[in-house]
């Protein structure tokens, strides 16, 4: 069973507060566990609304997409916001993260949030050695490089373990060999958005989103 597919998802609206349309034409696909998808291509609009729509974050003009074969996209009210917080780790293009709160205390707010606070001490510290700042746990966030402000903001998004991770835009270079180890040693489902030649050193699957152009997958 997928953790994630998608059936014949279309996309024809303006992307929000833009003129770009992200066009999207009858994607299909399954997205297996331990194995890292790259989206790549010219048309940034249409990757990130694409993942937008396969996080649940928003909904297609038409299409499915189903979480471990159940139908997720069509959900709304607090079911929907429960399946999302639960099955998916978000990286943006910014890191969002709260300058004034020591690591941990950003690394753990998504944990409190979907869990509680039982077990939160514990894996928000195991969240931290994955991407290997356990040391800075104590530190404010505005006190450190932008460098690991990115390393927060992954620990933050596998904190509650979820079985897939999207990451929209985040600098590849630094973060794709965690997001590999991750794949591999917790068997998450990764789809990621960055440039081909950052993307397919670590990806088991290339989706090139190209403007006005048939999206394709390369092997």
Not at 13 to 36: M, P
Not at 133 to 154: K, M, Q, T
Request: hydrophobic share 40%; net charge negative.
């Amino acid at each position: 069973m997928s953790p994630l597919r998608c059936e014949n998802i279309h996309c024809r609206r303006s992307t929000a507060n833009t003129f770009r349309h992200g066009l999207i034409e009858d994607f299909s696909a399954s997205f297996e566990s331990g194995d890292i998808t790259g989206f790549c291509g010219s048309d940034v609009a249409a990757k990130e609304r694409l993942l937008s729509i396969l996080g649940l974050i928003e909904r297609p003009d038409s299409g499915r997409v189903f979480l471990f074969d159940e139908q997720a996209s069509e959900m709304s009210g607090p079911g929907s916001r429960k399946l999302r917080d639960t099955s998916f780790g978000y990286l943006f293009t910014h890191p969002h993260l709260l300058p004034s709160f020591t690591v941990a205390e950003n690394v753990a707010m998504p944990f409190f949030r979907i869990c509680g606070q039982e077990g939160a001490q514990e894996r928000t510290l195991t969240a931290l050695e994955f991407v290997g700042i356990p040391e800075l746990n104590a530190i404010p966030v505005g006190e450190l490089p932008d460098s690991v402000h990115w390393r927060v903001a992954f620990a933050r998004a596998i904190v509650h373990s979820p079985p897939v991770l999207i990451a929209v835009s985040p600098p590849n270079s630094l973060l794709l060999p965690l997001a590999r180890r991750l794949a591999d040693e917790c068997g998450t489902t990764v789809l990621w958005n960055g440039d081909k030649n950052d993307v397919r050193p670590f990806s088991d699957h290339v989706v090139e989103m190209t403007s006005l152009r048939d999206h394709t997958s390369v092997p």
